[in-house]
């Protein structure tokens, strides 16, 4: 029975040291050398990489990006995904699941695809340049993500666009978990929908927001083929984050995998440090 059951664990086994454990510690040992791509050539440096990391002033502004990335999106997405699952779950069910369908398409859309579109939307000569010229909107005349000031929140909003779907659907399922004779009671005691849902729905979703904020943010916080597709980091570095700079490290320069492996590292070591700190606040609220 012990060699059945090794026989059926070891394939995932396999794939668990090979694909997972194997490259996290080879990318932790390459990240205490230089590495020459060209050359193939490791020097041994120590924990330098890890000190340059911190001096480096792209690495700083690419965090920044990154943090006002996170802040700008969640708590929209968040509230945005409540919202519509409250709104959704009193809907008929023909009505409803057109409407679920809907909401969640972007979200299995693919988002090279979406960047696309939207970077053909954002343009100079784009339609939501000509939308808000009909409408005597301001607007950026180089175009959305040609502008320092407005590259990363049209980023933002297509993400908000992209996930407020996906997220939508997870809160539906936790609601489906209330029991309906909360309602039912307090429906009789005289309570309003906006009464039940502040004080039935919200407090027994608490597990639910939980995980969504906190996959949420890891996402966020991991933002790469949005950027990668629609301006490259740029202008002047304003949606460089913080993946886009591992890559930037890893594949487009000669001599610098060994930083961009130490960069991954302490991306993990921040989003380890905020995933907790979120479990901790949400956790002391219930």
């Not at 409803?96 to 696309?116: D, E, H, K, N, Q």
């Not at 307090?186 to 639910?208: C, E, Y």
């Not at 570095?237 to 930037?248: F, P």
Request: overall charge positive; hydrophobic content about 55%.
């Amino acid at each position: 029975m012990k060699r059945f059951t090794a026989v059926l664990v070891a394939p995932w086994l396999i794939t668990l040291c090979v694909f997972w454990i194997y490259p996290l510690v080879y990318a932790f040992f390459m990240s205490l050398t230089k590495y020459q791509t060209l050359t193939n050539e490791m020097t041994w440096i120590g924990f330098s990489n890890y000190s340059n990391v911190v001096s480096d002033a792209l690495f700083w502004k690419a965090l920044s990006n990154t943090l006002i990335f996170t802040l700008g999106t969640v708590p929209i997405t968040t509230t945005f995904a409540v919202l519509l699952a409250a709104a959704l779950q009193h809907r008929s069910v023909k009505l409803g699941a057109a409407m679920r369908a809907s909401y969640f398409l972007p979200s299995v859309t693919s988002l090279v695809v979406i960047a696309l579109i939207f970077t053909n939307l954002y343009a100079r000569d784009g339609y939501v340049n000509a939308l808000c010229s009909m409408t005597g909107l301001p607007f950026p005349e180089n175009g959305w993500l040609l502008t320092e000031a407005t590259a990363l929140p049209a980023i933002m909003a297509m993400d908000i666009w992209i996930s407020t779907g996906y997220y939508m659907v997870l809160f539906m399922a936790g609601m489906e978990a209330i029991p309906k004779d909360l309602y039912e009671s307090a429906a009789l005691a005289g309570a309003s929908k906006w009464q039940q849902f502040w004080k039935i729905t919200l407090p027994l979703l608490r597990p639910t927001l939980t995980f969504v904020v906190v996959i949420n943010s890891i996402k966020s916080f991991q933002i790469f083929i949005e950027v990668y597709v629609m301006t490259k980091g740029g202008p002047l570095g304003a949606t460089t984050t913080l993946v886009y700079l591992v890559y930037h490290n890893a594949f487009e320069q000669t001599d610098m995998m060994g930083y961009a492996s130490a960069l991954a590292y302490v991306i993990f070591a921040i989003l380890l440090g905020l995933s907790f700190i979120q479990m901790m606040l949400l956790k002391a609220r219930t």
